[in-house]
């Protein structure tokens, strides 16, 4: 599961956690949004405004290697100031999900004279380097759906999830609606990390909280809305290639076909208790269905 739209739904809706990151003290007083460049049709991710309008903090969430990152965000800020006429205070972040990620912004220079250099280099924040109680001591529950992005194992995410939701459903200060769809959010990070996670567990592992049900928020909504059964289409393949080597054209294929989520997420636990391969491929149809 990718990760752009959990960040930038966490973002919306939680600017001043966010911010946290930064340190950026006065967070509440910024308002978050996103930005498309009429030249270009470029959208940055995230962009926080400060209410007086004299502060603008531009972020980008990166999961993959890009060499031009940092000189796309640039190119962003310089468009966004020509087209907002901004005169104000301007920073820059870019979160990477992983050390690897960072190093390719890294190996693009400009050369200017015969020497070489970034031409811009904003504040990084790379997440699998953070450890989870390094968030902690920000002391903010609407953090908690970044702590699976962390440095931290797939086992240890599963193990804490448990955790983690039943601080998220203490949270006082919040309404029923909006800790759901934080639990959410951290189904949808927990997701990316854990390949075996699908909403069912995460349900499971998350216990019972208002009939709360990944599939349910707005936000699992949205990603089934938008192509999660591709998505799962994706895991359920790679966990095929990982368990047996590569995955024949025809289970491909049978795969693909299958639109039902619940019936993919079945598959998904079937493949990592199958003995081999064979008995895999007899649970599946030639059109897709259990057989």
């Excluded at 390719?104 to 699998?128: E, R, S, Y």
């Excluded at 049900?213 to 799962?232: C, N, S």
């Excluded at 990592?272 to 007899?282: A, G």
Aim: with cysteine; proline share 4%.
């Amino acid at each position: 599961m990718a990760t752009d739209k959990p960040f930038y739904k966490l973002a919306m809706d939680h600017p001043a956690a966010i911010l946290k990151l930064f340190g950026v003290a006065d967070g509440d007083d910024y308002t978050a949004s996103s930005f498309t460049f009429k030249a270009t049709e470029n959208r940055r991710d995230l962009i926080f405004k400060s209410r007086t309008g004299d502060k603008v903090l531009f972020v980008e969430s990166h999961g993959y290697a890009d060499p031009y990152v940092f000189h796309a965000l640039l190119d962003g800020m310089m468009m966004y100031c020509r087209q907002k006429k901004f005169t104000g205070e301007m920073r820059a972040a870019v979160i990477f999900l992983k050390k690897s990620h960072y190093a390719a912004a890294l190996k693009f220079w400009h050369h200017f004279d015969g020497k070489a250099g970034l031409a811009f280099q904003p504040t990084v924040l790379i997440m699998n380097q953070i450890k989870p109680a390094e968030l902690e001591k920000l002391n903010d529950v609407r953090l908690i759906p970044l702590y699976p992005l962390c440095k931290i194992s797939a086992r240890e995410i599963e193990t804490s999830i448990p955790n983690w939701s039943e601080r998220i459903k203490r949270a006082r200060r919040m309404s029923v609606v909006e800790r759901k769809e934080l639990l959410a959010l951290l189904g949808g990070f927990a997701m990316h990390r854990v390949k075996r996670l699908m909403p069912r567990i995460f349900n499971q592992l998350v216990g019972g909280f208002m009939d709360f049900t990944f599939e349910d928020t707005h936000f699992g909504k949205e990603l089934i809305r938008q192509g999660v059964p591709q998505g799962m289409h994706r895991l359920l393949l790679r966990q095929i290639a990982h368990r047996f080597g590569k995955v024949p054209v025809s289970v491909r294929k049978q795969i693909e076909s299958i639109k039902d989520e619940k019936r993919l997420d079945h598959l998904a636990e079937d493949v990592l208790e199958v003995k081999n391969l064979e008995h895999f491929k007899k649970l599946i149809g030639a059109n897709g269905k259990a057989v």
